[in-house]
């Protein structure tokens, strides 16, 4: 299924859901497709939601098997305007660090072993 397609996005995501839901859950098949993706997209924008909730306060975000997430202070920069020379002084700032997990760097460099 993903050998189809060049970039994931949430619809393709929901999709994803949907499809694994139904052949998992009987129950499901009886429910319209249409309210069954609606329901699969709110509960993703609830879960980005939930987790840019917790970066926002703070709190690190682990997924295991995945990357781990959490929010940083970058220090400032003294940078100048190119076409006048002018010093321009960018503030400290929040970001956020991305850390993929060990065994998924592996997976991906599975094919580069020596």
């Not at 995945?66 to 503030?91: A, D, N, W, Y």
Request: proline share 1%; charged share 40%; glycine share 6%.
């Amino acid at each position: 299924m993903v050998a189809q397609i060049s970039k994931i996005r949430k619809k393709e995501i929901v999709d994803f859901i949907d499809d694994y839901s139904v052949e998992h859950i009987e129950e499901l098949q009886a429910v319209n497709k249409g309210i069954r993706k609606q329901v699969f997209h709110n509960l993703l924008e609830e879960l980005i939601n939930y987790v840019k909730e917790g970066l926002r306060k703070e709190v690190s975000v682990e997924i295991r098997g995945f990357c781990s997430m959490k929010k940083v202070k970058r220090k400032g920069k003294k940078g100048r305007k190119v076409k006048t020379g002018e010093l321009v002084i960018f503030p400290d700032y929040w970001d956020v660090k991305l850390k993929i997990a060990k065994g998924f760097k592996e997976l991906l460099n599975a094919d580069k072993k020596r």
